[in-house]
């Protein structure tokens, strides 16, 4: 067992009583390992999943229809299935959270902490690509990790920003259908994961974590619509950031009623613990005053690219990238709601649904590491050139062609490493690289070879 701070002992003791002796005997047991499938790549039905599940070892998590315990020695963190985005590695108790919130295709739906992605990328696959998804992450190296955890998983639908909650919240006044606020937090439910945690762990760390907390909670409520819901979520036992918080929230805000509240246990359970609580904002006018009022409009970060003359850079950037899909993309169709979006050189489909209040005007002056979908650069003379992003959200069959090879085959091996590859006969230009139907990246083949475009930081060690 490791050597546990005496204040959490004590605490833990107070609240589980009789309960106590189990809990701390759970520190004796090994840790639980989980990982959920992409839906957005794998349906329930498809033939690849025996073969993941005999790989791996896995075993269903019951409160996750996606979600499996995996064997510790399996690591699929590390095989090439994970490079092609077919699952995210995730703490099994924390899937409870998303599950909870439950979004249904074609809805507005905010997950305001969101690195490194675990929710993000489950509430992504609920969706099922229908709708938008805004994931936030004040952290400016953790929105990198979230922005291309998002990437890798195919995600079409998802713009990343990296904001504080109250920048969100002054733009963005009940916008959303669903709102997730998994709050920054103590931890304690790490402790078996990460002994850091047990060192960072102190009773004046639980009480600033609580005041963070009540802090935040406000400006995730604010961005709900009425009638809409929000799950508030922690990885922590006490009861001071988490019953606590929400009993302190409801009394500062009546038009909230708590729905259902979830404790998961290490000693209970297979998993390392989470709290979830689900709340409904009532559907009547909100009271003056609680909103925070909206912002002045400007644009930074990302450059604006200036078009000919009059023309939006948006529509030469367009036609490039038709010019390119007419010829390589031949079985694929852009999103059908959204609007195309040129951040310096970068094309991007941002997946706005009609009507939404996220629009490009609404999102100049907030940082956005990912504002929808990267199509793909515009490079000398228009010449339009794909991102990895539209590799990793189409299927292998949209390209006019695919080089695919099996799981633990040379080639596969080869793509991911950084190599050339033979191309198939007849294939010219760019194309997909693919393991058992799932792409890896783009290729771009002539006389008989495919040159390698696996972005470096991507490429296997
Ligand atoms: N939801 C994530 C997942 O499932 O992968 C985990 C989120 S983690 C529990 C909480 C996040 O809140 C961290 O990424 C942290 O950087 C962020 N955070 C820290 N301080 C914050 C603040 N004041 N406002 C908003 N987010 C904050």
């Given at each position: 067992m490791p050597v546990l701070p005496p204040d959490f002992v004590r605490n833990m003791t107070r609240l589980l009583g009789g309960e106590t002796d189990r809990f701390l005997r759970s520190y004796d047991e090994p840790r639980s390992y989980g990982l959920r499938l992409n839906r957005l790549k794998l349906d329930e039905r498809h033939s690849l999943i025996p073969a993941l599940t005999g790989l791996f070892g896995l075993r269903p998590v019951p409160w996750c229809p996606d979600g499996y315990f995996y064997e510790a020695s399996a690591r699929p963190g590390r095989h090439i299935y994970h490079a092609a985005g077919l699952y995210y590695i995730q703490e099994?108790?924390?899937?409870?959270a998303a599950e909870l919130l439950d979004p249904v295709p074609g809805e507005t739906v905010l997950d305001?902490?969101?690195?490194?992605g675990g929710k993000t990328t489950q509430l992504a696959a609920k969706l099922r690509g229908e709708g938008l998804l805004v994931a936030n992450e004040i952290h400016p190296a953790r929105a990198k990790i979230l922005s291309e955890n998002v990437e890798r998983l195919g995600i079409p639908n998802a713009i990343v920003t990296q904001a504080a909650p109250q920048e969100l919240s002054a733009r963005y006044?009940?916008?959303?259908d669903r709102v997730l606020l998994d709050a920054p937090c103590s931890g304690e439910g790490m402790f078996r994961k990460d002994p850091e945690a047990i060192a960072e762990w102190s009773e004046e760390a639980v009480e600033t974590c609580a005041q963070r907390q009540r802090d935040i909670l406000p400006h995730a409520a604010a961005m709900l619509k009425p009638g809409g819901t929000l799950v508030y979520s922690t990885c922590t036992f006490n009861t001071l950031e988490n019953e606590e918080t929400v009993a302190d929230f409801l009394q500062r805000f009546p038009e909230f009623r708590l729905l259902r509240e979830e404790r998961m246990w290490p000693h209970l359970g297979q998993g390392e613990g989470h709290y979830a609580a689900l709340l409904r904002k009532d559907d009547v006018s909100q009271e003056q005053g609680r909103r925070p009022a909206g912002m002045p409009a400007r644009r930074e970060g990302g450059k604006p690219r200036k078009g000919k003359g009059?023309?939006?850079?948006e529509a030469s950037a367009l036609s490039s990238y038709v010019a390119f899909a007419q010829e390589s993309l031949p079985g694929f169709r852009l999103p059908p709601h959204g609007q195309p979006l040129v951040f310096g050189d970068a094309l991007f489909w941002l997946p706005v649904p009609p009507g939404s209040a996220v629009t490009p005007a609404s999102l100049r002056g907030l940082k956005v590491p990912r504002p929808g979908l990267h199509l793909g650069d515009i490079r000398s003379g228009g010449r339009f050139e794909p991102n990895h992003s539209l590799a990793m959200a189409i299927p292998a069959e949209a390209a006019r062609f695919a080089a695919d090879f099996p799981a633990g085959s040379a080639e596969a091996a080869a793509y991911w490493h950084g190599e050339s590859l033979p191309a198939p006969p007849g294939a010219k230009g760019w194309g997909l690289a693919a393991v058992d139907g799932f792409p890896l990246g783009w290729v771009k083949a002539s006389d008989g070879q495919c040159k390698n475009r696996l972005p470096k930081g991507l490429r296997s060690p």
């Open positions: 099994p108790s924390a899937m409870i305001l902490a969101a690195a490194p006044p009940e916008t959303f009059a023309e939006p850079p």
